[in-house]
């Protein structure tokens, strides 16, 4: 358990730095860059979550989180250079 | 830990009317509510949880739930939350079309 | 005969979900706007004679949903369908994406209505909200969008605090039926006090209440005519009769004094608003503000006299028609028609609470209720928004009387017919009866 | 047999909407209009005056579920009745040449008999409201017709405000009776009996255009069709009257009342009310030159006599002031049907442009010319005969203030009736090229005469008709022969007066016979050394600025009056409307902050 | 005994990938400029994500299939969004740090 | 028909195959799988039916036993590498002095199919230290932080490595 | 001004929000305190809504997942509803848009981008269908599984300037999608008594082929959310030139 709780707060950590990038900026492309790295430790935080709980069902979250992050950081990227 | 959430919601609730109250941008105002909607649909959660309690799927072992109601519920404040949304946008579209700014200006003359 | 009110919201669900398949969006529309209307005449016919009608949803409720449908509840279905039948047929061009959003409308307003639950009630109420804005927006020029944005704005956080409400409701009964959470209240507990202020404000908004009204003029104004009837009698009209539920379910003292002093200002502020008004359809919409201040008046007192409630049927359904029939009128500068002559000509009187159209009924039995309530600031303000009403009419009737736009047959006759609805119910004499819940009014 | 009679008004009213031609609809309604006449008449049998024999029922209830609407005949109504259902015929035969076509005049008259009928029979307060209305919405759409915005604003305000006072009186009568049928309302000298009374009274006097209550009559008379100003004014505005004497006299507790109308000041108000409304109505139709608003003011003078008379309360004051209402429905009505005549043929209103007209137009001229007479009370009218009674009623209460300024404004009624007759029929002659009016308009301004000839020679009769209501109220009759009426101050006796005054009718004969000589320089027209200026000079007229020097004398304290401290309220609402239209100011975000607001205050008010 | 085995494993693997985040999010603050950010962060995050799933994976073997799925999902994903954000943001007008020594790509814009 | 057409039925066999990943749980029963099974046919069918005509064009031929080897061959050269470069990424960051050198080179490439640019492209932007951003005509731009060559061929020879090579492998 | 008005009003909402957190008491399922009434036939019933929920999602609906089984059955009209709201937004979006031609130039993407949301696009057609189809016995759902179908088709549209989906198509799924949910709801209507009433049998509880009614319309959902937001992206995209 000691293990568990080492690890989240790594990804506590993890997660803290990343928001402190996301909110600082300075540019939007930095702080879509944050995002993007937020969305993949959210991802693992999920796996975390349904490991803990011991629920395999939500696993599909995570699955259906990776799915929707990406778009997401896609249509952001897309935005930025005009694309949209 | 559930009065840090609880803090959450209220904070999502007052940032939300103060950016409501405060900005002139539209996309920002409507940004504004949908910080409010996160703030109640948290409530709503938060409302519902059940101190030890998981997701009420059966899988035999567990025997605390959360309330699944309020789950259900903010499902479809969600959903509500988004097409109000995607229809806040096409109407700033819209403004910004016809007014070419985004910024909120008082056009009706009482 | 099996009535199954759920039917109303049901049918024209399918068919504005089958609407771009169809094509034909008028006459389908049509066709299931008098169905509907033939429907809840059946069901109001039913409730007449057999008591309330409860329909499940799947579950027997609290478990799951149910329609509750009582005497005024089936009237209002009646009302709503019919009107919102006669306003399409004023509709020269219709558009699918028109014809479905109105049904929407419709079939949303009904919901508001009958439904017991009141988590249902918000999902309605956001349908309601949500094809509103899409209509107001209807035209796209500056001041549809302008308008539909501000009620956009204030829909959202009307639905925003109408959850919070619902949610302090529900952690405190972890019920959401309505006759449920009625049947266990008692003592207000801090949580049950915010729930319905809360509430109030949620659905103050979409009932126009003030100073929750904001968005009014603006929309109303920036909409177009058929729209502005639509908002007046479907939706708003919903909105008040679910400030009557939320009464009936928070029925304190506290409750409906608040009730009323809020009727007082909304009325008094909305007749002086309407009274410096040049914009015929803003004057319209504050003119329908100040009703609505009446009509919440005539729920304050629902506890404390009997004529509340007659009141109140009377109030409604003479503005939702009346005010319908002005709104259609709106799009022209004049009157043009002898139709539309008439049509303005009774509705008006019928706002003013001139015998015998059917808001004089309102306001006589309010004016029985304000005195066996003894409450004689009721009168006074009812007079003095009555004069300055007349007032803003005349001046009204007088621009419209003088300017010859004639209208298309189409345009024409809808407003003519309200009116006369507006008239028959009024002096048909089966209305008092339906009206009447209680007793022989007059010696 | 009563249902028959509104069965045929509903019908022909429904009717004559659709019909396009002027002379078929006038003609339909004008056999119409003779159906509730015929009624009436028929009931006078009820009340001792058997005119003609039919056998209408008076009484008829209808049923709708939960209420009941009740109606009978009563004195009152009677008395009420006969006068204005005679009134409508002759207006209707002139409506024949005046209109061109139909386009609502006649269904709207004919809605107007429907409601008046219905007011005059109605046994219960609800169905006497809604009648009312129903009047109340017949003389807007007649206002409508012309579309004079100041005349719909005024008039509906005043409509509405006189409704929903009527509407409140009602309710606490109700309220506190438990019943709204006339026949069981027992009227208490309580505070909250003085008040419903009050509110119903100043309802009353808003249609009886009392002072200060009176600014919409004057836009309205002016802007609306004479044929139906005729009715309105003739007509109509008595039914204001009605609802006063109903409501003192009519009702049980009537005892009550009496008493009351004896102590207290409230009544003597009315009665000073009338008495001011007659006095300052009269100054502002001296100084009109608008012919149709000096009829006006007349009209609201002359309706101010009626108030003194109830206001007095006494029998003699009472018969005074059911004469005088009688007269006045008939001549006002053929004043304003001359004037409709006049302007028919000439164009003009204005006293200052018309002049010389009776040159062309003999019979109108002698046909306004009696109703002259009546209005300024000479003797050899009935017009004298009701003022008589009600200089009497003063007097003999001792109303030291009254009875002095009624006889001012009797000599200020001469002093406008001479304007009407020198200003429009004499003097110069400036339209030598009319033509006499229609045959039809002609014919019913001699049938409104009509009335006023009879009851100058045989007052007795008047006196007859109203003998039930006097006693049905309580109130002593007065003994007469037709002829003759006995009073405590003396006798009043017709074929005395009108051979007396046989003289005074020789220097009107003059006028009319060497009219040549009265075409005067303009040098001659000024009285009290005004010296009038030289554009004057160009456009000088025997009747311009006639009192000229009263005027200037009188019209300072006039223009502080009613119109203007309306003027100024309605300015201080505009403020407060402006203010209530400003919470609006359109800035969503305002709009957000007024729902929070109102959240928290709420919430704040229901946890505290 | 192997799943026990294979479960310490597993908790390497998760410890590991945590690491790696932390490592990300360390660059992300510290790298002087957006693409050298993108450089330490994006990807180190995603081999992080990789080994965490796998690790969880080795824990609970049942789950390893839908596991793998969600890694290879991230493993074909986060280049393109990488990539995508690069290129958006050189074309948003975000520069390149000062002491970049070269620019290949502005040389191909001015062509 | 065309090798690219050929490809289709494998687009349903591999979504297939996705799918039996994603319901395989825990304790299914066999009844339940058939279910899945059946269920999953349907839906990869009409994926594949939505989406084919995305994959015409791409590239990706038939499953061959060869390309099928290469691809695994690439795979694990590709995590050798990915892991090598992430270590010495966290060197790079962890060091005080922050040794970086940064620029963008250009990078040509003889691969023609544009699922093959894809994969290499994926290939060297996941090895950290070097991110594409663009491809045209003559190659790809790539960011790299430490540029220890601006010169294209040698530094293609650095960034690429081993990937281009097994890349033609498997979709020649 | 307003600036000190937002600030107020926003201290003053959260102070209530937080006073009235101070009254929200924990829930306990079993506790007689919130046994219900039943509404049609009155007087108090022994069990709380929850405990109702808990106790007997499984034999009643046949679903696993308690909130799937309250969102289809036990209140699926709320869910007809919030289906009928989107279908609304997504109908006003595209009135709205109907006379915005944008025909201004979208930069092209590059072929990482533009080869990469190909490959993945079937990849996330099969877990939004994944999801939708599963909604039962998984947390997800039509309203997830929908939006994963969107965002695939919106990964397209980002990565291609000129990729549309046709309007026909989108329209005829939702039309379809809809009615099926309504019609459904009324069989239940013809065959049990209730609107949307299960009137299938429910099955294995727990294998795919369960739960009646719940995973059709879930299908039925998902199709129609899935629709109905990729049509709403496609039109903000702009209008098919
Ligand atoms: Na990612
Ligand atoms: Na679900």
């Known amino acids: ?84 | 830990m559930i009065w840090a959430i609880y803090f959450a919601i209220a904070s999502l609730l007052a940032i939300g009317i103060y950016g409501v109250i405060t900005k002139k941008n539209l996309m920002k105002i409507f940004i504004s509510i949908s910080i409010m909607e996160t703030g109640v649909n948290l409530m709503l959660i938060a409302i519902g949880y059940i101190p030890g309690g998981t997701a009420p799927i059966e899988n035999g072992d567990f025997t605390t739930y959360v309330d699944p109601l309020p789950q259900a519920l903010v499902l479809t404040a969600i959903v509500i939350g988004v097409s109000v949304l995607a229809l806040a946008l096409v109407m700033v579209i819209n403004y910004y079309e016809k007014n070419k700014t985004l910024e909120y200006r008082r056009l009706m003359k009482w | 005969m099996v009535i199954h009110p759920v039917l109303l919201i049901a049918i024209p669900l399918l068919f504005a979900f089958l609407m771009p398949l169809l094509k034909r969006a008028k006459a389908v529309t049509i066709i299931i706007l008098l169905f509907n209307t033939l429907l809840a005449i059946l069901m109001f016919h039913n409730v007449y004679n057999n008591g309330p009608l409860y329909e499940i949803i799947a579950f027997s409720p609290p478990i799951g949903i149910y329609l509750y449908v009582d005497n005024i509840a089936a009237l209002l279905a009646v009302m709503i369908n019919l009107l919102a039948f006669i306003n399409f047929l004023s509709v020269e061009k219709v558009e699918i994406k028109f014809a479905m959003l109105y049904l929407l409308a419709v079939a949303s307003s009904t919901g508001i209505v009958i439904t017991g639950d009141i988590f249902n009630m918000f999902v309605f109420f956001e349908i309601a909200a949500v094809s509103s804005y899409a209509l107001v927006a209807w035209k796209r020029d500056k001041e549809a969008l302008e308008g539909a944005i501000k009620y956009m704005v204030l829909g959202s956080i009307a639905s925003v605090l109408m959850l919070v409400g619902i949610a302090f409701l529900y952690s405190e009964f972890r019920s959401l039926n309505i006759y449920d959470i009625m049947n266990r209240m008692d003592e207000g507990s801090v949580l049950i006090l915010l729930s319905f202020a809360f509430l109030l404000t949620g659905i103050g908004v979409e009932a126009e209440i003030f100073p929750l009204n904001g968005w009014v003029p603006d929309a109303y104004q920036g909409a177009a005519g058929s729209i502005a009837s639509l908002l007046s009698f479907g939706p708003s009209k919903a909105g008040i009769y679910a400030i009557a539920r939320l009464l009936m379910i928070f029925s304190w003292q506290q409750s409906y004094d608040l009730a009323l002093s809020v009727g007082i200002m909304t009325l008094l502020i909305g007749e002086l608003a309407a009274f410096r008004q040049e914009n015929v359809k803003r004057m319209l919409a504050y003119s329908s503000i100040g009703q609505m201040g009446l009509i919440l008046i005539s729920l304050s007192m629902l506890d404390s006299t009997d004529y509340a409630i007659i009141a109140f049927f009377f109030l409604l359904v003479s503005h939702a028609a009346s005010k319908g029939a002005l709104f259609l009128l709106s799009e022209r500068k004049g009157f043009g028609s002898n139709a539309s002559k008439y049509a303005g000509i009774v509705s008006v009187m019928s706002l003013i609470g001139m015998p015998p159209m059917a808001g004089f009924w309102g306001k006589w039995y309010i004016i029985m209720g304000a005195m066996q309530m003894e409450a004689w600031w009721i009168i006074a303000a009812i007079v003095f928004s009555s004069v300055v009403e007349a007032a803003y009419f005349a001046r009204y009737l007088s621009t419209t009387m003088q300017e010859e736009e004639h209208a298309s047959i189409i345009a024409a006759y809808p407003p003519a017919i309200m009116a006369t609805l507006t008239l028959l119910l009024g002096i048909l004499p089966f209305i008092y009866k339906i009206a009447t819940i209680g007793g022989v009014i007059n010696g | 047999m009563v249902e028959m009679v509104f069965a045929v008004l509903i019908i022909a009213f429904i009717f004559t909407l659709f019909i396009k031609n002027n002379r078929v609809a006038s003609i339909i309604s004008l056999v119409v209009s003779l159906f509730p006449l015929a009624a009436f008449l028929d009931w006078g049998r009820e009340f001792g005056i058997n005119l003609i024999s039919i056998g209408f029922e008076n009484t008829m209830n209808i049923n709708m579920a939960g209420i009941t609407l009740h109606f009978s005949i009563s004195p009152l109504a009677w008395f009420f009745g006969i006068m204005l259902f005679s009134l409508i015929p002759p207006i209707l035969l002139y409506s024949y040449s005046f209109f061109s076509k139909n386009d609502g005049f006649y269904p709207f008259m004919i809605l107007l008999m429907v409601s008046v009928m219905g007011i005059l029979l109605s046994s219960d307060f609800l169905s006497f409201f809604l009648f009312w209305e129903l009047m109340a919405l017949g003389i807007f759409i007649m206002i409508c017709r012309n579309g004079d915005r100041k005349a719909m604003v005024r008039y509906l305000s005043y409509s509405v405000l006189s409704g929903v006072l009527i509407l409140a009186g009602i309710a606490l009568l109700y309220h506190m009776n438990g019943t709204l049928l006339f026949a069981e309302i027992m009227l208490k000298a309580d505070f909250e009996t003085m008040v419903a009374i009050t509110m119903l009274i100043i309802g009353f006097a808003i249609k009886a255009a009392l002072m200060p209550l009176h600014t919409w009559v004057p836009p309205v008379y002016s802007t609306s069709d004479e044929p139906f100003v005729a009715f309105l004014s003739g007509g109509l505005s008595k039914i204001g009257y009605y609802g006063m004497l109903l409501l003192l006299f009519a009702m049980p507790g009537a005892r009550v009342m009496e008493a009351y109308i004896n102590s207290s000041i409230a009544t003597y108000l009315l009665a000073i009310i009338g008495s001011l409304t007659a006095f300052f109505a009269t100054f502002l139709a001296i100084f009109e030159d608008d012919l149709r608003k000096l009829l006006a003011y007349s009209s609201i003078a002359q309706l101010g006599y009626i108030a003194v008379g109830i206001g007095t309360g006494s029998s003699i004051a009472m018969a005074g002031a059911l004469f005088q209402a009688f007269n006045h429905a008939f001549f006002k009505a053929t004043l304003f049907l001359a004037a409709g005549s006049v302007a028919y043929r000439t164009g003009k209103w204005k006293i200052s442009e018309l002049g010389g007209v009776a040159y062309k137009m003999p019979l109108t001229f002698m046909a306004a010319l009696f109703a002259i007479f009546a209005l300024a009370a000479i003797p050899i009218t009935s017009g004298f005969a009701a003022k008589w009674l009600l200089y009497e009623a003063a007097i003999e209460r001792r109303y030291v203030f009254i009875a002095p300024i009624m006889l001012i404004a009797g000599v200020g009624a001469f002093l406008y009736s001479f304007r009407i007759l020198y200003g429009v029929f004499l003097g110069e002659n400036r339209y030598p090229d009319i033509k006499e009016a229609p045959k039809p308009m002609v014919a019913g301004m001699f049938l409104l005469v009509m009335p006023l000839i009879i009851f100058l020679i045989f007052p007795g009769y008047m006196l007859d008709m109203m003998d039930s209501f006097l006693s049905s109220a309580g109130l002593a009759t007065i003994s007469h022969s037709p002829y003759v009426i006995h009073t405590t101050l003396g006798n009043y006796n017709t074929i005395a007066v009108i051979v007396g005054m046989m003289f005074a009718m020789i220097p009107a004969f003059l006028i009319y016979v060497l009219r040549k000589q009265h075409l005067v320089d303009f040098e001659d027209n000024f009285i009290g050394g005004e010296i009038p200026s030289l554009y004057e000079h160009i456009s000088m007229h025997a009747a311009h600025n006639f009192y000229k020097p009263l005027k200037d004398v009188v019209m300072p304290y006039l223009e502080g009056g009613a119109t203007s401290i309306y003027s100024s309220l309605y300015k201080v609402v505009e403020k407060i409307a402006d203010g209530a239209r400003k919470i609006y100011d359109g800035v969503v975000q305002d709009y957000a902050i007024y729902v929070m607001l109102f959240l928290l205050i709420i919430a704040g008010w229901l946890l505290w | 005994m192997i799943e026990d085995i294979l479960h310490y494993i597993g908790m390497a693997f998760v410890f590991v990938g945590s690491l790696f985040f932390l490592l990300g999010t360390i660059g992300l603050i510290r790298m002087p400029d957006l693409y050298n950010r993108m450089q330490a962060s994006t990807k180190t995050t995603t081999l992080g994500v990789l080994s965490f799933l796998v690790g969880v994976g080795l824990m609970e073997l049942q789950w390893m299939i839908k596991l793998l799925i969600i890694a290879l999902f991230v493993v074909l994903t986060a280049p393109v969004g990488a990539s995508a954000l690069a290129r958006a943001s050189y074309n948003a007008g975000i520069k390149l740090w000062e002491k970049s020594v070269v620019d290949k790509y502005k040389e191909r814009e001015e062509k | 028909m065309s090798s690219e057409t050929k490809s289709i039925p494998y687009l349903a066999v591999v979504l297939l195959l996705i799918w039996l990943g994603f319901v395989y749980q825990p304790g299914i029963s066999m009844q339940s799988f058939i279910q899945e099974l059946f269920v999953g046919i349907i839906v990869a069918v009409a994926v594949t039916i939505l989406t084919h005509r995305h994959f015409e064009g791409l590239g990706v031929a038939y499953f061959h036993p060869r390309r099928v080897a290469y691809f695994i061959a690439f795979f694990f050269v590709f995590l050798w590498e990915m892991v090598k470069a992430n270590l010495n990424m966290a060197r790079i960051v962890l060091s005080p002095e922050l040794p970086i050198k940064p620029g963008i080179v250009k990078v040509s490439t003889s691969l023609k199919q544009p699922a093959a640019k894809l994969f290499l492209g994926n290939a060297i932007t996941l090895t950290p230290g070097t991110l594409t951003i663009d491809y045209d005509d003559g190659g790809a731009y790539i960011h790299w932080v430490e540029v220890k060559d601006e010169d294209m061929g040698r530094a293609g020879e650095i960034i690429k490595g081993r990937f281009e090579r097994l890349l033609r492998g498997v979709f020649s | ?241």
């Open chain 1, 1 to 84: 358990m000691i293990f568990m709780y080492i690890i989240m707060g790594i990804l506590a950590i993890s997660i803290f730095l990343g928001a402190y990038r996301l909110l600082k900026g300075p540019s939007a492309s930095d702080r879509a860059v944050a995002l993007d790295a937020l969305t993949n430790i959210t991802t693992a935080l999920l796996v975390l979550i349904a490991y803990l709980s011991e629920r395999f069902i939500y696993l599909d979250v995570a699955l259906v989180y990776a799915i929707l992050a990406f778009v997401g950081v896609i249509a952001i990227a897309r935005y930025l250079e005009g694309g949209l």
């Open chain 7, 1 to 241: 001004m307003r600036r000190m008005a937002g600030i107020v009003l926003a201290a003053l909402l959260f102070a209530c929000i937080m006073y009235a957190f101070t009254f929200v008491k924990t829930y306990d399922y079993n506790s007689s305190d919130y046994y219900y009434t039943d509404p049609i036939e009155g007087g108090k019933v022994n069990e709380t809504v929850t405990g109702h929920y808990i106790e007997n999602t499984k034999n009643e609906t046949g679903a696993i997942n308690a909130v799937t089984a309250i969102v289809v059955e036990y209140r699926g009209f709320d869910t007809l509803g919030e289906v009928t709201v989107l279908f609304t937004a997504s109908t006003g979006v595209s009135m709205l848009l109907y006379s915005l031609h944008q025909r201004r130039k979208r930069r092209e993407a590059n072929l990482i981008l533009k080869e990469g949301s190909k490959i993945v696009l079937p990849f996330i057609l099969l877990t939004g269908a994944y999801i939708f189809i599963h909604g039962h016995l998984t947390p997800g759902g039509g309203f997830p599984g929908g939006s994963v179908i969107a965002s695939g088709f919106l990964l397209m549209m980002v990565a291609y300037p000129k990729y549309f989906l046709k309007e026909s198509r989108v329209s005829i799924t939702e039309s379809v999608a809809g009615m099926i949910f309504v019609l459904i709801g009324m069989l239940g209507l013809v065959f049990a008594s209730y609107f949307l009433e299960n009137f299938l049998s429910l099955g294995d509880v727990g294998r795919l082929f369960s739960a009646g009614i719940i995973p059709i319309i879930y299908i039925a959902i998902g199709f129609k959310v899935g629709a109905e937001l990729s049509g709403i992206m496609n039109n903000l995209k702009g209008v098919e030139e």
